[in-house]
C-alpha cells in the first residue's frame, strides 16, 4: 500500500511533518510506502533523523504551496504545481490510497470535491471525528464542520456513513446510531431534530442501521448510549471546540487520564472525509509532529479498510 502525505501542509511544516513521518514509520504496515509530496530541497533542508534515505518514503516534488491565506477554488486552480494538487492528481490516478494533509482545508475539500468526486447517492459528504469514551471504546461524531446547515434527509444520510465507519474502520460490529437533540424524547429538539427524527427511525427499523434515538450531550464520553453521533456542522464543531478547550484546560492544570487524553486531538490526527470516492484525511493547521504521525496512521488504517466500496454499496442499491 502506498499512502500520501503533504509534507508542505500545517503552520509547522516541513519541520513537523519530516519528525511526524520519521515517528509513523515505527508503527506502519510492513509493505506500506509513505509518499510525500513537497518541496524536496525543503524537506532535505529538514531531514535531521535520516527519513528521507529510508526505503520506506518517496519524495514527490511540488514546486508550489498553497498557503492558509489563499482563495481556496482560485490556488488549487493556478497552483498546480502545489503539495495539495499534486497529492490529489496521484490519488485520482490510483498511485497512492489514501492522502491526508494539515494545509489548507479549503483547499483540500476543493479537491475532495473536483478532484475525487462524492459517491453517487450521498447528499452531502461530511467530517467525522472519534473521541475515546470512558469505558475505554470510541465514539464518533458527524458532522463537525463540513455543512453548518443540513436538511433532515442529509442527517439520515449521515447515520448510514457514520454506521460503516465505525464498523469498518473503528472496529465496532453493530455501532449505535443517535440523533444529538437537548432530550432524549422523540418530539424534543428544533425543527430539524424533529424533522430528522422519523427519517432515522425509519432507517433503523429498515434496518440500514441501528438507530436508538435521541442523545444528549452530556452522553457523548459515556459510550452508555450510542457509539455513532450525528448532527449539522454548526452544531458538531461547537461541540467538537468544546470538548478541545476542556482537554487544554485540564491539561495546563496538569490533568492527566486515558479518557483526558482521548480528547487530544493530537491522538486522533485528523478528520476523515467521508462519503468521497477515496481516502482523505484532513488535519489540524497547527499540527505537531505527534499529530502528524497519528494523521499518517488514520490514513493507513482508513486506506486498508472497504469502507469506500461499502459507501457505494449502500447508496447504490
Known amino acids: 500500500m502506498r499512502i500520501g502525505l503533504d509534507a508542505m501542509g500545517g503552520d509547522f511544516a516541513p519541520r513537523v511533518t519530516v519528525e511526524g513521518a520519521h515517528a509513523a514509520l515505527t508503527h506502519l504496515s510492513e509493505g506500506t510506502i509513505l509518499v510525500l509530496f513537497g ?7 529538514e531531514d535531521t533523523c535520516g527519513l528521507l534515505a529510508d526505503p520506506r518514503i518517496e519524495v514527490v516534488h511540488a514546486s508550489e504551496v498553497i498557503a492558509m491565506g489563499d482563495h481556496p477554488v482560485k490556488a488549487f486552480a493556478q497552483k498546480g504545481d502545489s503539495s495539495i494538487v499534486v497529492g490529489f492528481r496521484h ?25 475525487v468526486g462524492q459517491i453517487e447517492g450521498v447528499i452531502r459528504p461530511a467530517i467525522a471525528t472519534a473521541f475515546k469514551t470512558v469505558s475505554g471504546g470510541d465514539v464518533l461524531l458527524l458532522d463537525v464542520g463540513l455543512n453548518a446547515d443540513c436538511k ?55 434496518g440500514d442501521y441501528n438507530f436508538v434515538g435521541n442523545v444528549e450531550g452530556k452522553h457523548l464520553l459515556t459510550a452508555d448510549v450510542a457509539d455513532v453521533v450525528v448532527c449539522d456542522g454548526f452544531s458538531g464543531n461547537t461541540l467538537l471546540k468544546t470538548v478541545e478547550g ?72
Open 39 to 45: 518541496d524536496r530541497r525543503a524537506l532535505e533542508a
Open 91 to 115: 490519488l485520482c490516478e490510483g498511485d497512492i490510497a489514501g492522502f491526508a494533509s494539515a494545509g489548507s482545508t479549503g483547499a483540500m475539500m476543493v479537491g475532495c470535491m473536483q478532484a
Open 152 to 206: 433532515p434527509e442529509v442527517l439520515a444520510q449521515y447515520g448510514t456513513i457514520g454506521s460503516i465507519y465505525a464498523r469498518e474502520t473503528l472496529g465496532i460490529p453493530n455501532p449505535r446510531v443517535a440523533l444529538l437533540n437537548i432530550g432524549e424524547e422523540p418530539e424534543k429538539g428544533n425543527l430539524l431534530t424533529k424533522a430528522t427524527y422519523p427519517l432515522m427511525a425509519e432507517r433503523g427499523a429498515a
Open 246 to 317: 476542556f482537554h487544554h484546560i485540564l491539561q495546563a492544570q496538569g490533568f492527566s487520564s486515558p479518557v483526558i487524553e482521548g480528547l487530544n486531538y493530537e491522538n486522533v490526527g485528523g478528520t476523515p472525509v467521508l462519503g468521497i470516492n477515496s481516502t482523505v484525511i484532513i488535519g489540524h493547521g497547527c499540527s505537531s509532529a505527534r499529530a502528524i504521525t497519528n494523521m499518517i496512521l488514520l490514513t493507513e488504517r482508513a486506506a486498508r479498510t472497504d469502507m469506500v466500496s461499502q459507501f457505494k454499496k449502500a447508496f447504490n442499491r
